[in-house]
């Protein structure tokens, strides 16, 4: 099994997004949302991503996106409440940035967060960890 790093100062879900919570310029919670290094192994070959449009709301837990690889349509949940107000289009053209960097240049979308107690059931790097060494079991 090879093994992923998980930067601590992110959050997780169990169906592999992450989540790095950041403040916008009006002071209010902006979660940046990508997909893990686990979950980009997984799915292999990435041929195409759909994002959603900025103005979208989402419950936490709702389909935001797609990721496509030669082997299967996978949807991208979003992790928190709240309305997408960004959304990196540059992934359309450059998939290859997220097995490159998949916590930095790799995020999918921005959601301005509108229930911030949602980011409690997050998991923590060990508990995530702990996740994907379960699931490859």
């Known amino acids: 099994m090879s093994t992923f790093l998980y930067p601590e100062e992110l959050r997780y879900t169990k169906t592999h997004e992450w989540v790095r919570v950041e ?11 990508g997909i893990t290094a686990f ?17 979208r709301s989402f419950q936490a837990g709702q389909e935001a996106a797609e990721i496509e690889s030669v082997k299967a349509v996978s949807p991208i949940y979003c992790p928190v409440a ?16 997220l097995a490159e960097d998949p916590y930095q ?23 995530y960890q702990k996740h994907c060494e379960s699931e490859s079991h």
């Open 23 to 33: 403040r916008d310029s009006a002071g209010q919670l902006v979660a940046v949302v």
């Open 39 to 55: 979950a980009i192994d997984a799915l292999k070959d990435l041929v195409h991503v759909e994002l959603p449009p900025v103005g």
């Open 82 to 97: 709240g309305e997408v107000v960004a959304v990196n289009t540059q992934l359309e053209n450059q998939l290859d940035r």
């Open 105 to 127: 240049q790799g995020w999918f979308f921005k959601v301005r967060i509108t229930d911030p107690a949602g980011l409690d059931n997050l998991l923590d790097a060990a508990a």
